[in-house]
């Protein structure tokens, strides 16, 4: 089949690469965001995706909106069979999934109906799910509530971050896309609809909500940092700075009141609902990230100083 393929970041990539390998398909142009600012001197950058279409010599669409005018004549005039779509990170209007024959099929980080939204990997790991996955199916106007082709699942760990999951989870449903286009050109494969029951929502996880509130339990501290690792990055405040953390430990048996802060030379206990949590690395607001040893020896806390 003749693709365009829709995608953004560098979860997107390893479904780029298998595509773009695949003896059954072209990939015709892949569109993705415009080029954005990054890194320390914001320059500006192409996204992951259109650097690898470049490098393939794939041509690269970058609409403000998947509505303008201009870039729906172009898809027009690739004449795409369907249009495969990973983290592409912009709706899409009805005019733009009329143009392929065979629709826009989506790659999606969760069993749906599960964690429909832009953050199901997020969400999975927050709410302590034991099975994550990917789904393919058929993109339709209502959120991610389109036909299903097929699923992957994932065991998620007790140590899974969001981006260690989403890396496993990539890579995998790469494959899942994949056989789902195979299935689509020769007609075996047939989208079945989405059960009524068991519907659940991702919403974008901001920086407030990444922010660890103390009181609760240890258990929900855990996995907010987890869930919020990369991005947007879990942070607290001390001394009226804010403070990134990395993933924590939690301590059985080890007690202290909610954000007080007990440092040794190596360790950084803080207090929570519940038990006590070991904290990892740590970012200083405009410093590097470092070990909590070191940060602790740094600021040296006092009596029952805490985290806000």
Known sequence: ??????GTPETALPSLRTLIDSP?????????????????????????????????????????????????????????????????GALLPQSALDVPRHGWINLHFSILPAWRGAAPVQHSVLHGDEIGGATTFQIVKELDA???????????????????????????????????????????????????????LAPKISVADAR??????AMHVDRLVRACTPNPGAWTEFRGQRVKLGPVRVVPGERLEPGEIAATKTTVLVGTATDAVELGEVQPQGKRLMGAGEWGRGVRPEGKEAFK
């Open 24 to 88: 059954h398909h072209e990939v015709v142009a892949v569109v993705t965001r415009p080029d954005a600012q990054s890194g320390r001197g914001r320059k500006v950058h192409p996204s992951p995706v259109a650097a690898l279409a470049e490098e393939a010599g794939i041509e690269v669409l970058r609409p403000q909106k998947a509505g303008d005018p201009a870039f729906l004549d172009a898809l027009r005039a690739l004449e795409p069979d369907c249009c495969p779509v990973v983290a592409y």
């Open 1 to 6: 089949m003749r693709l365009v393929f829709a």
């Open 146 to 200: 389109g036909p299903v082709y097929g699923v992957v699942t994932e065991e998620i760990r007790a140590t899974d971050t969001s981006g260690t999951l989403l890396e496993r989870l990539s890579v995998s449903g790469a494959g899942l896309l994949a056989a789902t286009l195979d299935g689509v050109a020769d007609g075996t494969l047939e989208a079945r609809p989405q059960p009524a029951d068991g519907v659940s």
């Open 212 to 217: 660890v509130d103390w009181t609760k339990p």
